[in-house]
Nanobody
Framework: QVQLVESGGGLVQAGDSLRLSCVVSGRTSSIYAMGWFRQAAGREREFVAAVTWLGGSTDYADSVKGRFTISRDRPKNKLYLQMNSLEPEDTAVYYC??????????????????WGQGTQVTVSS
């Protein structure tokens, strides 16, 4: 079992920065990768970024590449998403997720086994 709790969301203006955090507990040794996904109102959940837990290899959605940075602090069992140059289009509920299967396709939300409760990010223009 893996438990995930996101935090750090809020209301910001376009161009601002925000850092999301995700506390990971439980059997962290079973984790292959961690990802961030988001779901805007009336839209489907979409991939944002992912990182392999041990190796630190990253992957980003084109929409956030160059603006967002995913990172993890393994000793602290934390996952982060640094979001810079935020745009109104980034407004969504952001979820962290844990993927257990080795060499899974990290962009696919259906591959993930555990999910946090989500944290709201709202970017005003």
């Amino acid at each position: 079992q893996v438990q995930l709790v996101e935090s750090g969301g809020g209301l910001v203006q376009a161009g601002d920065s925000l850092r999301l955090s995700c506390v990971v507990s439980g059997r962290t040794s079973s984790i292959y990768a961690m990802g961030w996904f988001r779901q805007a109102a009336g839209r489907e959940r979409e991939f944002v970024a992912a990182v392999t837990w041990l190796g630190g290899s990253t992957d980003y959605a084109d929409s956030v590449k160059g603006r967002f940075t995913i990172s993890r602090d393994r000793p602290k069992n934390k996952l982060y998403l640094q979001m810079n140059s935020l745009e109104p289009e980034d407004t969504a509920v952001y979820y962290c997720a844990a993927l257990l299967r080795y060499l899974s396709f990290m962009r696919n939300s259906k591959e993930y086994n555990y999910w946090g409760q989500g944290t709201q990010v709202t970017v005003s223009s």
